[in-house]
């Protein structure tokens, strides 16, 4: 079984490794939307698999370090790519949360990322 929790936030970024032209070179922002999936059996005592409030109390750190920020200056996402900015997130959550089974993330409303750290 799998539960999940989504979270939002605005950050601005460029790609700096784009061709010279490419309008992504140039600073432009995002409304994000992050969704973290957790994977595994109910407790028989609680019913959930991880209290919600767990997870967003684990996952808000990360949101609030990028929130409102132009990503370029975080450390690791000096390229924040949709790619680059899941497995930031990945890294940063996989060892507090074990049973984190995968992240989505989408850039726009048609565009997005799916990682299960592979």
Not at 31 to 36: K, P, S, W
Request: charged share 25%; aromatic share 12%.
């Amino acid at each position: 079984m799998e539960i999940y929790k989504e979270f939002a936030f605005d950050s601005a970024h460029f790609l700096p490794n784009v061709p010279e032209g490419h309008k992504c070179r140039q600073m432009h922002g995002h409304t994000y939307h992050l969704r973290v999936y957790v994977s595994g059996k109910p407790d028989k005592q609680f019913g959930w698999i991880i209290d919600f409030k767990v997870l967003k109390d684990l996952v808000m750190p990360l949101v609030d370090t990028i929130d409102h920020k132009v990503m370029n200056d975080i450390p690791g996402l000096e390229n924040p790519t949709a790619e680059n900015i899941t497995i930031w997130f990945w890294d940063r959550l996989k060892p507090l949360l074990p049973a984190l089974s995968r992240i989505e993330l989408k850039e726009t409303p048609t565009t997005g990322v799916i990682y299960s750290g592979e």
